[in-house]
């Protein structure tokens, strides 16, 4: 069974500009994650979605946005870029919602803005 | 609020030596914990996971963890470390009716030949 994929893989932009990025859940998996990973401020959770629905959000600002698709595919968007958005996205799937589904990660987006 | 704070952001042993990585989680109700491992430039990969069912987990690659709850902790440990652990570790834990992972910094595993 194919992982969790992420793409793309890296990712260079400016500041100002916006970018997409997309996950792709293991088959079968309906709940997506994502988490930012800063040497600073390690890992921390972006949103979660099930079902197409966002089930929970963490403290970001509203330039960070979600959405998941009805095959389970999610994408993460952030608007007007600020150099401290460079970070490695990662995107975790697991079969249902809630606590102590295990959580299978992809790769991970890695994002720099200049 | 719910924290992970993990004991060291650097442990380095022998190889062939214990592996020991502390972690201790706050939570008013049962958590549930987890510990990943992140090599360069990948993901993260589940070693093992707390649930209730058992104080003593076994994961994958030798590892191990207690949960104890009088101590708040979940430390991670291998009796004798390999070249191939070194790695950065995190702990993890979930609690309510939510995927919501919170992290601990991470260690960073070093392991001397």
């Known amino acids: 069974k194919a992982g969790v994929t992420q793409t793309p893989r890296y990712l260079i932009k400016t500041r100002g500009q916006q970018v997409t990025l997309s996950c792709s859940p293991i088959?079968?998996?309906?709940?997506v994650s994502w988490y930012q990973q800063t040497p600073g401020q390690g890992l921390q959770f972006l949103f979660e979605y099930f079902s197409e629905t966002q089930r929970n959000k963490g403290n970001f600002p509203g330039r960070f946005s979600g959405r998941q698709f009805s095959n389970s595919r999610s994408e993460m968007n952030v608007s007007t870029l600020e150099l401290g958005d460079s970070a490695l996205y990662l995107c975790a799937s697991s079969l249902g919602q809630g606590n102590g589904n295990e959580q299978f990660f992809g790769p991970g987006t890695r994002l720099t803005v200049l | 609020a719910q924290s992970v704070t993990q004991l060291g952001s650097h442990v380095s042993v022998s190889e062939g030596a214990l592996v020991l990585l502390r972690c201790n989680y706050s939570s008013s109700v049962p958590p549930y914990l987890f510990w990943y491992v992140q090599y360069p430039n990948q993901g993260l990969q589940l070693l093992l996971k707390y649930t209730s069912a058992a104080t003593l987990v076994k994961g994958i690659n030798g590892f191990e963890a207690e949960f104890k709850k009088s101590e708040t902790s979940f430390h991670l440990t291998k009796p004798s470390a390999h070249m191939s652990d070194a790695a950065e570790y995190f702990c993890?834990?979930?609690?309510?009716?939510?995927?919501?992972?919170?992290f601990g910094q991470g260690t960073t595993l070093q392991v001397k030949p």
């Open positions: 088959s079968g998996h309906r709940s």
């Open positions: 993890a834990q979930s609690s309510g009716n939510t995927g919501k992972l919170i």
